[in-house]
Nanobody, 121 residues
């Protein structure tokens, strides 16, 4: 129905930057919300940032002022620009989308497989 593919992760030094991308594909009618979550080893999955179709954004306090989420509705793609990265940002980052598809009139949530971001000190 909806496939989400993340890219752009990797290893970066503390203070560096990375840009994550997530492209959605499938039988999509409309994507209402797109976002990023992250999960560090032995910790729960936490919200990083979300963006609605009209561009309204929401950020976790820990990333405010350092990360910027954006989206391209025409391409069904969401981005996460991460600046001033810290070792505490090390985690697997997951893309998420709340979408309506041809198969279901009501919206459902979809997840990507995740991508590793490692910040060295």
């Amino acid at each position: 129905q909806v496939q989400l593919v993340e890219s752009g992760g990797g290893l970066v030094q503390s203070g560096g930057s990375l840009r994550l991308s997530c492209a959605a594909s499938g039988t999509i009618v409309r994507i209402n919300v797109m976002g990023w979550y992250r999960q560090a080893p032995e910790k729960q999955r936490d919200l990083v940032a979300t963006i609605s179709r009209d561009g309204t954004t929401n950020y976790a306090d820990s990333v405010k002022g350092r990360f910027t989420i954006s989206r391209d509705n025409a391409k069904n793609t969401v981005y996460l620009q991460m600046n001033s990265l810290e070792p505490e940002d090390t985690a697997v980052y997951f893309c998420a989308a709340v979408a309506i598809t041809l198969q279901r009139a009501s919206q459902s949530s979809y997840w990507g497989e995740g991508i590793q971001v490692t910040v060295s000190s």
